[in-house]
Nanobody, 121 residues
Framework: QVQLVESGGGLVQPGGSLRLSCLVS????????MGWYRQAPGKQRELVAR???????NYQDSVKGRFTTSRDNARNTVYLQMNSLKPEDTAVYYC???????????????WGQGTQVTVSS
């Protein structure tokens, strides 16, 4: 029922910046922990950044100081600002919505379709 749509990917030179967006529909963004994952060719999918319902963030060590995730609950949108991009950041980036098990419902996950980020000269 929850739909996630990523946008903002593309081709950028090393050292450049991109901002990815994830639009959530079918439910309120405010009740989900949101994660950004990426998968490069021949590699496993990895968690890049995460932001909780309370606004706390976590980052993969390789992107700390370069990437920032934020959320705008009023717009049902989560963002990933990517600065100082490196060729090794090249991957398909996926948005994930997660809600932990509670008295009021079971654990839940939803995924977007992914957006390609290519960092190259």
């Amino acid at each position: 029922q929850v739909q996630l749509v990523e946008s903002g990917g593309g081709l950028v030179q090393p050292g450049g910046s991109l901002r990815l967006s994830c639009l959530v529909s079918g439910s309120s963004l405010s009740i989900y922990t949101m994660g950004w994952y990426r998968q490069a060719p021949g590699k496993q999918r990895e968690l890049v950044a995460r932001i909780t319902t309370g606004g706390s963030t976590n980052y993969q060590d390789s992107v700390k100081g370069r990437f920032t995730t934020s959320r705008d609950n009023a717009r049902n949108t989560v963002y990933l600002q990517m600065n100082s991009l490196k060729p090794e950041d090249t991957a398909v980036y996926y948005c994930n919505a997660h809600r932990s098990k509670s008295f009021f419902g079971n654990e839940y996950d939803a995924w977007g379709q992914g957006t390609q980020v290519t960092v190259s000269s």
